[in-house]
């Protein structure tokens, strides 16, 4: 009878056949991922950091899939590694030694792993609303493959918080290890439905060695056409809701796989597009907009929010700055207007108003974890800084100046006028600017140069906190308040004017001390009243003169102190990095005052770290001596990206605005040789415009398409080169006289038209070109020093455009002109067909020489 059995048993085999022997379990449908227009895609550096990130999840790690994995404010697991098995082998094949490539789109991140006998590719995806990620793996193989998964738990919320008793177990039923602890309100769970847990879990506490789990493909042809889910999840809260969380992303990964793409696909087509003969720079743009829409964070404990940056934090308690920093909130919040991006800045705004201490003083930083601990109580950072709550009524007045949005004004007034209010009183000598020793940090936050009275940077902070908050109070109804802000305005700006200019250097100096002396070292920190248009004119424009010396500027950046300085350290945060955040605020000076050049030049630098580090993010700072980050760096930080944004918006493509005005503003700064600019929804207010800029040899045109009957008005300002002659301007096909800007020590042409939008509206203006020169190549790459072209300023003289340049001793340089045939003689460079070859003398090694170049026209 047994034989019998057997038999049977056998015969059925065969007729099922193999396919069914090993049947494999837990797989679901491989769907495409869809193209992207701005998808990245290089070979993989397997120590270089990515992120895939949600509002309430975020998988932090290396491309070579290493990572860890938070459920905000939770630390899941850290050390997630794959390997693999080759059939019977028992020696692992590490996923970080056979990494080849990485592409990434906003949506998912996948890595290519390649073996002789084997392809996975494995898709990351972060739910944007659920707790919880997803790991999809497509497998090709020759040979019968097992797939290890293994990590290190921890279940410990952000520091300073902390909790104990955590343990770990495998739960055969959801294939997944459960993570949690004895009062079962944090969890997380990882897994597979195709999986079997392999690791002995001790009670009552987590293992010193890496949790495993596998995944055994028996049958090559079983995992054809499929993905292979590992799941996570996790969280504060029920343990049932977590579970659920996790089969809900088990049953259905495609669907968060659409959504997320559905998600980021809305933040393209509801904010800026633009579109220029630079890829590259559109793809900065396009990748800074989704880096900041990464940051944005729902706590269960506190709310949503912004926090400042996000990078791995191997054994420690902090991602990164994945904290909610209010300065940095604020700041990004100015980038964030420029693109439109309303409903994330106000969301973002109103978030830090809780934190507001009774005596008007902003929040500078608070843990995720606050909602385990008393964190204003008992940790001394929360409010450590002066300038966050300046920069917040700026940052208010900027969102309703673009957004239109005066309810939210009106409800924020009482928190808006406690904020000034408190910036009053820290003015102790009367001056009507903010002391840095009565308010908290500003520019810097050690060393030598904090122990001032005031610094530059806290003091236009300060001045266009009352700028805005006498906007504001007109606006709130309160015209006594108002007329207090306008007093206080006029004295500090009459002492910004003369406490802060260096007559003896030529520039804006960095502070001065409680004597009164100023302190003369050269920092970018004085673009940032330039950009806000606080001080004199002219003396801005000498001002900057210096910030293009490469004193200060790198390749790849803007040094936060001069090389020259006795306290510069190149890889010192404060006294020698660079920061792209800060590059930013200096080229959208530049920009704003026509050093276009130079502005473009520093824009580009930003725009290259967007793709020489983590893909699609902006790393905080940089060397000030090569063009490397430092070890320590956060790869994904939010004001690093305002170094693309801030002066491609508000500097290049000089786009601005003011709802309550109806106005739009649209003054760019284009290199000679861009042709063909399109922008699209440009929002201000509840208007969205689209332009069409195109220059011609002897013609610039600008179509504008906007609503019928909109009531707006449009200044329309495009700077040209020093010598052009505007001979007229068209609107609509009749002539009309544009106006001519007038500035001091001029670095270009700017005429200005005005006009009442009707719905379909064309701008001509005619002129007579000249040589202009185009910007200088930049090819720094990682690990270069600096070494590129510098052009100082220009200036015209009759028919002579006088240029002052700096570069390398020894060293010669090719700078590109348009209109060559114009150029009669040269005098400091060499012709060769549309290029001036520059040659400057000998020297020593590595140092910048200056000298003129004159270019004779006809």
């Known amino acids: 009878m047994m034989k019998i059995k057997l038999v049977l048993i056998a015969l059925g085999m065969c007729l099922v056949g193999p396919q069914n022997i090993f049947s494999q379990t837990g797989l679901i449908p491989r769907f495409e991922l869809e193209p992207c227009e701005i998808g990245l895609e290089r070979p993989a550096q397997p120590n270089t950091y990515f992120d895939k990130v949600g509002r309430k999840f975020a998988i932090l790690g290396y491309e070579s899939g290493a990572f860890e994995a938070w459920a905000y404010p939770l630390k899941l697991v850290r050390n997630f590694e794959l390997s693999f098995l080759i059939g019977s082998s028992t020696r692992p094949i590490s996923a970080k030694e056979i990494v080849r490539y990485v592409s990434a789109t906003p949506a998912a991140t996948t890595l290519t792993y390649t073996f002789q006998s084997f392809t996975v590719k494995a898709v990351f995806i972060t739910s944007i609303e659920e707790p919880g990620a997803l790991i999809l793996l497509a497998v090709d193989t020759t040979e019968p493959l097992t797939i290890v998964c293994s990590f290190l738990a921890v279940l410990q919320p952000m520091w300073p918080a902390g909790i104990g008793g955590q343990y770990a177990y495998w739960d055969n039923g959801l294939k997944a290890y459960l993570i949690s602890e004895p009062t079962r309100k944090n969890h997380g769970t990882i897994g597979s439905p195709a999986a079997q847990g392999i690791s002995y879990t001790p009670a009552h506490m987590l293992s010193d060695s890496p949790n495993e789990f596998k995944i055994v493909i028996e049958n090559k042809d079983a995992v054809k056409g499929k993905y292979i889910p590992i799941v996570l999840a996790g969280g504060k809260g029920k343990r049932e809701e977590v579970r659920k969380t996790y089969e809900n992303l088990a049953a259905n990964p495609e ?86 991006a309303f409903s994330m800045v106000k969301e973002a705004l109103v978030f830090t108003q809780k934190w507001q201490r009774q005596d008007g003083k902003m929040a500078h930083e608070l843990s995720q974890a606050a909602g385990y601990l008393d964190w204003f109580k008992d940790y001394p950072y929360g409010y450590i800084h002066g300038d966050t709550t300046p920069f917040y009524i700026a940052a208010c007045y900027e969102y309703f100046r673009l957004s239109g949005d005066a309810s939210f004004l009106k409800q924020s007034w009482p928190s808006l006028q406690r904020a000034f209010d408190w910036c009053l009183t820290t003015d102790g000598d009367g001056d009507g600017l903010m002391d840095n ?57 009459r002492s910004f004017r003369s406490k802060f200019w260096d007559a003896e250097k030529g520039r804006y100096t960095y502070a001065f001390n409680a004597d009164g002396k100023q302190v003369k ?325 590595g140092e910048f020489v200056r000298q003129e170049m004159i270019i004779n026209l006809r």
């Open 437 to 493: 020793r009565k308010a908290g940090l500003g520019a810097l936050e050690f060393g030598a140069l904090t122990g001032i009275q005031t610094d530059i940077y806290l003091a236009a902070a300060g001045i266009r906190a009352a700028q805005a908050i006498q906007q504001i109070a007109q606006v709130a109804g309160d015209m006594d308040y108002a007329k207090l802000a306008g007093a206080h305005l006029e004295k500090a700006g």
């Open 521 to 845: 070292e050269l920092t970018p920190w004085s673009a940032v009243p330039l950009v806000w248009k606080i001080g004199d004119a002219e003396q801005s424009v000498r001002t900057l003169e210096n910030f293009n010396s490469a004193e200060l500027t790198t390749d790849w950046g803007i040094r936060m102190l001069s090389n020259k300085s006795s306290y510069f350290e190149p890889l010192n945060y404060n006294y020698g990095a660079v920061w792209p955040f800060l590059t930013g605020w200096v080229a959208t000076a530049l920009f704003q005052h026509n050093f276009s050049l130079q502005g473009h030049g520093l824009l580009t630098a930003a725009v290259r770290h967007t793709f020489d580090n983590g893909l699609g993010y902006v790393t905080e700072l940089f060397s000030g001596h090569q063009n490397i980050w430092p070890q320590e760096a956060v790869c994904h930080q939010g004001f690093s990206s305002s170094g693309v944004v801030f002066p491609f918006v508000r500097g290049l493509l000089g786009l601005d605005g003011d709802a309550a005005k109806k106005e739009i503003v649209f003054r760019p700064r284009f290199p000679a040789d861009w042709n063909d600019v399109s922008i699209e929804n440009c929002k201000i207010g509840e208007e969205a415009f689209s332009l069409h800029f195109r220059r011609q040899e002897a013609r610039l045109s600008l179509d504008i398409v906007s609503k019928k009957n909109n009531s707006y008005r449009m200044i329309f300002g495009p700077a040209l080169g020093l010598g052009t002659e505007v001979r007229g301007a068209r609107l609509n096909g009749k002539s009309v006289r544009p106006r001519m800007d007038q500035s001091p020590l001029a670095q270009a042409v700017q005429p200005s038209v005005e006009l009442n939008l009707t719905g379909r509206d064309t701008v001509e203006i005619d002129f007579e070109p000249t040589v202009e020169l185009l910007p200088p190549p930049n090819e720094s790459k990682t690990g270069d020093f600096n070494k590129g072209l510098r052009i100082i300023k220009m200036e015209r003289t009759g028919k002579a455009l006088i240029v002052t340049v700096e570069g390398l001793a020894g060293q010669t340089y090719a700078l590109t002109v348009t209109q060559s045939k114009r150029i009669e003689s040269v005098k400091g460079a060499q012709r060769s067909d549309e290029q001036l070859l520059i040659q400057f003398p000998q020297g020593q090694d």
């Open 255 to 340: 669907a968060q796989y659409r959504a997320a793409v559905e998600h980021y696909r809305k933040l393209e087509q509801d904010t800026l597009r633009v579109r220029t003969p630079d890829k590259k720079m559109n793809l900065a743009f396009a990748w800074a907009k989704v880096a900041y829409d990464n940051l944005m964070v729902d706590n269960p404990d506190l709310g949503k929010g912004l926090v400042a940056g996000l990078g791995t934090s191997g054994s420690g308690g902090r991602p990164g700055f994945g904290w909610f920093f209010g300065g940095d909130a604020f700041m990004n919040s100015l980038s964030l207007t420029s693109y439109g």
